[in-house]
């Protein structure tokens, strides 16, 4: 897999030579990435992937900067060097004819990341994402096709800068189907002035991209919203704290008035019917009951034993008789 990263100050490279472009495969959140100290070209055997030479290039930059001007400086092939090289590693698995083909279509990658910028996302991220599509596109490229390289690997590069971007661009993915993904790629280079759309404006540009009126309004709607953490920041302890948050305006699920009146409804007959069992029952009876059930500090059956001279089954015989008929007053 090739990773572009921040790892004890050195952005790494790992060449892999992958599957096609899949808008639904999945990739690793990358970290922003802070200016660099090296970019090294690291050489590893992955399952499934075409494995490189074992040595270990290290070319030394100080930034990201430093990093574009190493791609701008690696030599462009000619036609002939692009068809040798690939027959090369086409026929022969040259993993050195890989490398240099890798090496100088870099400048290419960052040429296509410069154009995702207004998105807000890291460049070097940017970069690393289509340096997977451009390995990609260099084990598959068929020097016999009559196209060059460049040509070929823009659409590898592309997806796998879509795919990042749509990931990252928002905490929540917001493109899941191929018409949402046209359309955020395409809705904001569609609109003419500030605003949202008019209805005139929804008609057009869904028939320009062939895509359903509801499906831009929706689209438009995502791309204006923004993240916002579903609980309230923690007050400082000033007493200020006027802040708010998605969370208070959740609805209580004991809020509903019918539900509220209905349980008071019911707990009052439920009240009623007890206070009218009770009263139904024998004086030692109602003892009984409201010293095992109905108060806190409960008596034992030995302590209501004591208390009427008689045996602590006979008050388990009377507790049971005189729970019977509250059941019946109760149902």
Excluded: C
């Amino acid at each position: 897999m090739t990773s572009l990263h921040q790892d004890n100050s050195i952005i790494t490279l790992e060449h892999s030579l992958e599957s096609p472009p899949n808008t639904d495969s999945t990739h690793e959140n990358t970290a922003q990435a802070e200016p660099t100290k090296a970019l090294v070209l690291r050489k590893e055997t992955l399952p499934g992937v075409i494995p490189l030479p074992p040595e270990e290039t290290k070319i030394h930059v100080q930034s990201l900067d430093a990093y574009i001007r190493f791609a701008n400086q690696v030599p462009m092939l000619t036609l002939e060097e692009e068809q040798q090289l690939a027959r090369r590693l086409q026929q022969h698995n040259d993993l050195q004819a890989a490398e240099r083909l890798i090496l100088a279509h870099l400048r290419f990658v960052v040429k296509v990341a410069r154009n995702f910028q207004g998105y807000g996302l890291p460049q070097a991220d940017l970069i690393q994402e289509g340096n997977i599509g451009l390995m990609k596109a260099v084990k598959r490229f068929n020097p016999d096709i009559g196209v060059r390289l460049v040509s070929f690997a823009v659409h590898w590069i592309k997806a796998e800068m879509h795919e990042y971007i749509i990931k990252n661009w928002r905490m929540v993915k917001i493109a899941t189907t191929k018409a949402q993904r046209k359309l955020f790629f395409n809705l904001r280079s569609s609109k003419k002035r500030l605003g949202w759309f008019t209805p005139e404006e929804v008609s057009s540009v869904a028939q320009d991209l062939n895509v359903k009126e509801n499906e831009v309004l929706e689209m438009e709607k995502r791309m204006n919203a923004y993240d916002e953490a579903f609980e309230a920041p923690e007050s400082d302890g000033g007493g200020n704290d006027d802040t708010f948050s998605p969370s208070m305006y959740l609805p209580s699920p004991n809020s509903n008035p019918e539900i509220i009146v209905d349980t008071l409804d019911r707990e009052h007959k439920i009240y009623d019917a007890l206070q009218a069992g009770l009263k139904a029952l024998d004086p030692r009876s109602q003892d009984i009951i409201e010293s095992r059930w109905l108060i806190d500090d409960k008596k034992t059956l030995h302590d209501l034993a004591d208390k009427y001279q008689v045996s602590a089954e006979r008050i388990r015989q009377i507790e049971v008789q005189a729970l019977k008929q509250l059941k019946i007053k109760l149902s």
